[in-house]
């Protein structure tokens, strides 16, 4: 929407599209959960990794955890 709308074209615009908000907001929070499984699985093969030092992989994991 244009930033030259008045309060009650907002409003009106809002009110109108109604009905499209929820879906928006659910397929973001499934996406967030998606993210967020990646990054616990992504430290978990981080761990593996021969040499790899511990603080590495939980800075990743607090990352990845507070990305979410």
Not at 6 to 26: D, F, L, M, T
Not at 29 to 40: A, E, K, R
Not at 44 to 68: D, K
Request: glycine share 14%; hydrophobic share 30%; net charge positive.
């Amino acid at each position: 929407m244009p930033t030259s709308w008045s309060q009650a074209e907002v409003a009106a615009h809002y009110r109108e599209n109604a009905k499209h908000y929820p879906y928006g907001r659910r397929s973001g929070h499934d996406g967030l959960d998606v993210l967020c499984v990646i990054h616990g699985r992504f430290s978990g093969q981080m761990r593996r990794i021969p040499g790899m030092h511990s603080t590495v992989v939980y800075t990743q994991l607090a990352g990845g955890a507070f990305g979410c």
